[in-house]
């Protein structure tokens, strides 16, 4: 059975996933898309697929089993709800919602239902270097991780679309979900530090330094770093009790010439995750074919988003900010060493 997809955005994500689902993967097609902008919709809609007006209409439509948000965060709550409502599994890209109401009102609707639906783009479960990192702390032979170096580089962010606020709720989501994952642990608390501003991103606050206090008492720093201009650059060190286990760098080709001994940089992260991407979404495309969902899920959106909140605070207060989470509904009981 192919699993008939609905694309909702098509900016650079949406056309990204589309050319994935629809010439990478199997298992599934794109069989409608929407946009805001329509043209832009029209134009990126695979051959045969549909063009909806709004978001809701090609949810309902029985032509679409399961639908892919690649929206805007704000517009993602309303999308969802729209989703959970039809009983229709769906990919949201990260952030789940830009405020903790918002994920609130996700997980009850999606509690209330009864089943999981819904699937958060955090792709760095999926990603093979990451999962093999996390295997190593699982092992357990490095005893207990102490501390994890999170590194998170963009060349380059788009100047106005991205604000002030976005390095703090739509990039350190992702170091956020990874710590959680990879340490099987929550964050009880967050501090920002501000180093001196690049020029290189105008008025943009940038650089941030990010601590996670772990509620094991592992601590987590984060560099976010938006404009560094060479490269998407992507690093991970967790040092344990007896020992340290770090990523590789991407791609791990090493060339050696006159120049000097070099690897090459990815430009964006469609580059470095590509095949994280691709996983990400052929477990997306199996779950979503049985009607549910599998990997991060609601609660983990929702937990980044009361971590994006935290950090937001900690910028105005520069104190540690603590994050409280609600108690875990049954539904997200999924022994976190299992879950993707
Ligand atoms: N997982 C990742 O690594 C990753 C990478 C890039 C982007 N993202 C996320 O994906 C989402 C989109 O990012 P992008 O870089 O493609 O942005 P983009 O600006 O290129 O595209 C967003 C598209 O959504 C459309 N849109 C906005 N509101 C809409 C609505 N209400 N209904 C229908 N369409 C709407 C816009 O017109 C635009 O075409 C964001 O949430 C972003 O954080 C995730
Ligand atoms: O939306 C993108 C995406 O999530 C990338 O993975 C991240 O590195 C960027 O900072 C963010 O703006």
Redesign the pocket.
Known sequence: MTLRVGV???????RDHIRRLTTVLSGAAVVAV????RD?AAAAAPPGAETFD??EALIRSDKVDAAVI????P??EE?LLAAIAAGKPVFC???LTTSEAAALKVMEAETAFGRRLVQV???RRFDADYRRLKAVIDAGELGAPLMFHSVHRNASVPAG?YTSDMPLN?TLV?DADVSRWLLTDEIAGVEVRLPRRSRQGGELRDPHLVLLHMRSGAIVDVEISVNIAYGYDIRGEVSCERGVAALPNRPATVVSDLRGIRQAIPED?RQR?VEAYDQEFREWIAAASAGTATGPSTWDGYAATLVADAALRAVSSGNLEPVAMIRKPELYDVPAAKAA
Not at 70 to 73: A, L, Q
């Open positions: 909702i955005g098509t900016g650079t994500i949406g929407a946009d805001i902008d832009g709004t978001a690649c929206s805007w965060g517009a993602h999308q890209e990260k952030p783009g955090f792709m679309l739509d992702h992260w995750f």
